[in-house]
């Protein structure tokens, strides 16, 4: 009987898996037309030179870690710039980081049914679907998160393994920066692990002293050859309504209440209206453990940042201190995109929780969430199979 269970759980895993890498195949294969930022990009593409993307802001207001579009750029035109060859390394990004993300879930959800529906809330998400087949830096976003969680959870062991695979790992983690935006949010919990192993061991200064160098300069390169040839100005008017505004008090609350309801309510699907609803109530439990799981864990981690539990809590205010200042908005959905998985873990973790409460209770909760992901992933498949993809579908109508 067990192994009947067991290997029905596996066949679930897998069939789960296929339907999510299906689904995102059969969007990126549906050749909808580029549109908005997409044509945008493009023109960054199309106008500048391979070297001026290095020495000039992209074109139409658009902010695109350079790096990442030179690549695009150095592959694409060999297609001539065709919409797949376009698309093609989101789709790869989106493709790995999913399996990055299924490592990772494996380290949190211990229990099969809980590891089901996480692998569910990405079937069901319209976000992790639509961005894999998007000419926008967001799938590369949510690639590099994963890496530094799968890192962060692995540092202790390599770090007491030492050799060489440790330290090239240390030297090009921070390589990171130069494809995405939001890695500037990760790059102080590997070193503030090894500056707490040089206090309980000096011999890990070396390691220390690589991490450091290497972060330096890659930040350095990132702010030289990107980062100061951004339209500041352009992107906080194009994000304007979604910043966290300091003025007063009251805006302040409003703002932030707003950012903190995007963020735990938009993962899934938006219309019909119902299920965004729908959505909040079930990634309240999520919110909760983001600060539950941090006082639980912590402590116990000995102050380092090994975990999801310990690192999302931390993440999250950085966002909202970024929002606070206007250097990076607060509560979008795509741009914050490299949370998603990391809140839907929580999610998973915080409906856990119920289990110490009651057990029906919990039972309750956790039923009603996988049908709810049942009924919008079938929604998004039927759009998918239909029709092409849009960011804010009306999976069903009502």
Known sequence: MILNVNFLYRAAF?????????????????????????????????????LELFVLPLKTDQAFPHFYLFGIQSFAKHFGNYTLSLRFFPFVCMMIAFAIWLRVARRELKSPSEYL??????????????????????????????????????????????GRKYVTILALLPLSVMFSYPAYFFLLFPLWNLFRAVQEDRSQLNFFAVYLSSLLIFVALSYQFDIRLRPVESVTNGFNDY??????????????????????????????????????????FGLIYMFVGFLKNIHKSQWKFCSISTVAL???????VAGALQKYPFGVPRTALFLCPMLLILTVQGI?????????????????FLVYLCVVAIGILRIVLTEPLIAIPTIWSL
């Open 14 to 50: 897998v069939l789960l898996i296929a339907w999510y890498a299906s689904v995102c195949t059969i969007h990126y294969l549906s050749l909808r037309s580029l549109w908005n930022d997409e044509l945008a990009v493009l023109d960054s593409i199309r106008f500048l030179k391979p």
């Open 117 to 162: 529906t996480f692998i569910l809330c990405w079937i069901a998400s319209v976000p992790l679907i639509y961005y894999s087949a998007e000419l926008k830096q967001y799938s590369m976003d949510v690639l590099v998160s994963g890496l530094f969680l799968c890192f962060l959870y692995e540092q202790e062991k390599l770090r007491l393994l030492g």
């Open 243 to 284: 910043f966290i505004a300091t003025n007063s008090l009251k805006d302040f609350v409003q703002t932030f209440g707003e950012g903190v309801n995007n963020l735990f309510s938009r993962w899934f699907v938006e219309l019909p209206k119902v299920f965004r609803k729908l959505a909040r109530v079930f990634l309240f």
């Open 314 to 320: 931390v993440v999250f205010l950085e966002l909202a």
């Open 352 to 368: 856990r929780q119920l289990k110490t409460l009651n057990r029906y209770v919990y039972y309750m909760v956790h039923g009603s």
